[in-house]
Nanobody, 125 residues
């Protein structure tokens, strides 16, 4: 019913930059928020940044990426961009896009969570 397609991961040296994109498509009525989570090797999945789809499009970040990462909506599309600057080895992880949304239907159902397939980000010299 809903697909999230991610792109933009890769290998970068410390101090470098990468840009991740995520696009949602399918039977979408409205999106509450979209964001990025990451899971390092042998570690738990954690929230990186998310942006609310509404008045103001407020964004939130985990403390470790504040001032280095910026999340934004891609125009009027159901898509987001994560600009990652000053990358460090500890940013190495699989990055997953998540969308919380409502599906089209005869009635408004519950908010549902969807995840992308993940994209690898490796920061290494």
């Amino acid at each position: 019913q809903v697909q999230l397609v991610e792109s933009g991961g890769g290998l970068v040296q410390p101090g470098g930059s990468l840009r991740l994109s995520c696009s949602a498509s399918g039977n979408i009525f409205s999106i509450s928020y979209m964001g990025w989570f990451r899971q390092p090797p042998n570690g738990p999945r954690e929230m990186v940044a998310y942006i609310r789809f509404g008045i103001g499009f407020s964004a939130n970040y985990t403390n470790s990426v504040k001032g280095r990462f910026a999340i934004s909506r891609d125009g009027s599309k159901n898509a987001i961009i994560l600009q990652m600057n000053s990358l460090q080895p500890e940013d190495t992880a699989v990055y997953y896009c998540k969308a919380a949304l409502y599906l089209k239907g005869a009635t408004v159902g519950p908010e549902r969570d969807y995840w992308g397939q993940g994209t690898q980000v490796t920061v290494s010299s």
